[in-house]
């Protein structure tokens, strides 16, 4: 059974950090894409950034470009957002989902997602 699990959110203040993760079991995830959506108060789900799970190639929303980070990490199976200069328009509630499709944007080519995680920007 495919599982995904975020962790990281809070609370924080306009203009600080927060590093999500996402640990990943259940399979081999050697080949899929990994990607971060979120969905905002009264919004749609929304792509925010993708990387393959062998590593590299990174792709972001323009929204988030610069000062988002999306890597793998040191650690099996885990996958962070590292995001910065953080604004209210930030809120959301952050998911990581997997695909086996290369660098996919859209929602509806992710076959697994987690449960998600709320961030909160404070102005």
């Known amino acids: 059974q495919v599982q995904l699990v975020e962790s990281g959110g809070g609370l924080v203040q306009a203009g600080g950090s927060l590093r999500l993760s996402c640990a990943a079991s259940?399979?081999?995830?050697?080949?899929?894409?990994m990607g971060w959506f979120r969905r905002g108060p009264g919004k749609e789900r929304e792509f925010v950034a993708v990387?393959?799970?062998?590593?590299?190639?990174?792709y972001y929303a323009d929204s988030v470009k610069g000062r988002f980070t999306i890597a793998r990490g040191s650690a099996r199976n885990t996958v962070y957002l590292e995001m910065n200069k953080l604004t209210p328009e930030d809120t959301a509630v952050y998911y990581c989902a997997a695909t086996g499709q290369d660098m996919a944007t859209s929602p509806a080519a992710y076959a697994y997602w987690g449960q998600g995680t709320q961030v909160t920007v404070s102005s």
């Open positions: 990387t393959r799970w062998s590593g590299g190639t990174t």
């Open positions: 259940g399979r081999k995830f050697s080949n899929d894409g």
